[in-house]
């Protein structure tokens, strides 16, 4: 069956930078392409880019460009997920997720990572 | 930015209570638009795709509606699983959005 396992929890300063893993299995890496998803504690959902995983093209939000950077191991079948300049709002579990059948309607998600970021 | 507004923001109901909560979309995303159930500490869940198709596995108690920038999720008979937190996500373009969510409290 079709999985994303993220890596762990992370704790940072700001100003620092995390790199989180998601690791894909149970189908072949280059069919879907990978969406990252980030929610703060008690709120909703922002969507903050996509990575082709055969290729490695990228589109990321707006409001995360030039912080962001998704890139993808095909030898490994992972993604990964970095965000530098971290501030205190950026404390949210993050998700990468991806779609079986569209593009856009994500029916498989990892379990989720907590970042905080706190001095 | 495609701006997705739903409510109400809660619902109190009961179990077997009709809960229909409605999503707007700040311009026409014709029938891209997915719902989801969120429970607490978990990721979310994907109900309904393209408004109104039923994701593999979702009961059929679940229902979606709508086209352009009005849109409906529908519980029929609500069940004492179904108490959750529900997203509605616009697919018409890149950056997605989503609404802000309803929580479907226990009445």
């Known amino acids: 069956q079709v999985q994303l396992v993220q890596s762990g929890a992370e704790v940072k300063k700001p100003g620092n930078s995390v790199k989180i893993s998601c690791k894909a299995s149970g189908y072949t890496f280059t069919r879907y392409y990978i969406h990252w998803v980030r929610q703060a504690p008690g709120q909703g959902l922002e969507w903050m880019g996509i990575i082709n995983p055969s290729g490695g093209t990228t589109s990321y939000a707006q409001k995360f460009q030039g912080r962001v950077t998704m890139t993808g191991d095909t030898s490994t079948s992972t993604v990964f997920m970095e965000l530098s300049s971290l501030r205190s709002d950026d404390t949210a579990v993050y998700y990468c997720?991806?779609?079986?059948?569209?593009?856009?309607?994500?029916?498989?998600w990892g379990q989720g990572t907590l970042v905080t970021v706190s001095s | 930015d495609i701006q997705m507004t739903q409510s109400p923001s809660s619902v109190s109901a009961s179990v077997g209570d009709r809960v229909t909560i409605t999503c707007r979309a700040s311009q026409g995303i014709s029938s891209w638009l997915a719902w989801y159930q969120q429970k607490p500490g978990k990721a979310p869940n994907l109900l309904i795709y393209?408004?109104?198709g039923l994701q593999n596995g979702v009961p059929s108690r679940f229902s979606g509606s709508g086209s352009g920038t009005d849109f409906t999720l529908t519980i029929s008979s609500l069940q004492p699983e179904d108490f959750a937190t529900y997203y509605c996500q616009q697919a018409n373009s890149f950056p997605l959005t989503f609404g802000g969510g309803t929580k479907v409290e226990i009445k």
């Open positions: 997720l991806s779609g079986s059948t569209s593009l856009y309607y994500f029916d498989y």
């Open positions: 393209a408004a109104s």
